[in-house]
């Protein structure tokens, strides 16, 4: 079993963490990019700005978003590179949300499972 794990990037780094990849289309708030440790920024694989603005991050919208989500990964030629990352090494994909449930690192960690599996 593949390590993809979620993490917001406000949280601390740990030892575990392997590649981490942050997952966001805007860049967090309040954070210098220097001061973010990551390896990379893939915004391309994010949910679209339309998307984004649609699900305004309420939770009672998180299926009909993970389901319109899904569909964008499908014809994201971006997301093969982080499941090729995610097969060589574990993954901690960042997020700057506050919801750590209802968030497009979650539906996209599955994702990428469900591609290893």
Partial sequence: MHAINTKRVYDPVEKGDGCRILVDRL?????????L???????TVAPSTELRQWFGHDPERFEEFTARYLRELEQNADLDRLVEIAKGQPVTLLFSAKDREHNQ????????????S
Avoid: F, T
Avoid at 27 to 35: A, L, S, Y
């Fill in 105 to 116: 690192a979650q539906v996209l960690a599955k994702y990428i499972q469900q591609q290893l």
């Fill in 27 to 35: 860049w967090p708030r309040g954070v210098k990019k220097e001061d």
């Fill in 37 to 43: 440790p990551h390896d990379e920024w893939l915004k």
